[in-house]
């Protein structure tokens, strides 16, 4: 298990980063806000991301 990646185990996908993002923190974020603390993800990859579990209605 990656300690400094805990969803990594689960989903080694930029989903498990933003899940571990957006699990640590109760405030609203923006995409850029986002891609600030995961420094090695792309605006788009973001919104992809979001997208996709929005309409999966996880976040």
Same mark, same amino acid.
Not at 5 to 25: E, H, I, N
Not at 35 to 57: D, F, N, W
């Given at each position: 298990? /990656?300690?400094?990646?805990p969803f $990594? #185990?689960? #989903?080694p996908t930029?989903?498990?980063d933003m899940l571990g993002v957006l699990a640590t923190s109760d405030v609203t974020f923006t995409i850029t806000q986002? /891609?600030?603390i995961l420094t090695t $993800?792309?605006?788009e990859g973001i919104r992809k991301v979001l997208t996709?579990? #929005?309409a999966q209605g996880v976040v």
């Amino acid at each position: 298990m /990656q300690l400094n990646r805990p969803f $990594a #185990t689960v #989903t080694p996908t930029l989903d498990g980063d933003m899940l571990g993002v957006l699990a640590t923190s109760d405030v609203t974020f923006t995409i850029t806000q986002i /891609q600030r603390i995961l420094t090695t $993800a792309s605006g788009e990859g973001i919104r992809k991301v979001l997208t996709r579990l #929005t309409a999966q209605g996880v976040v």
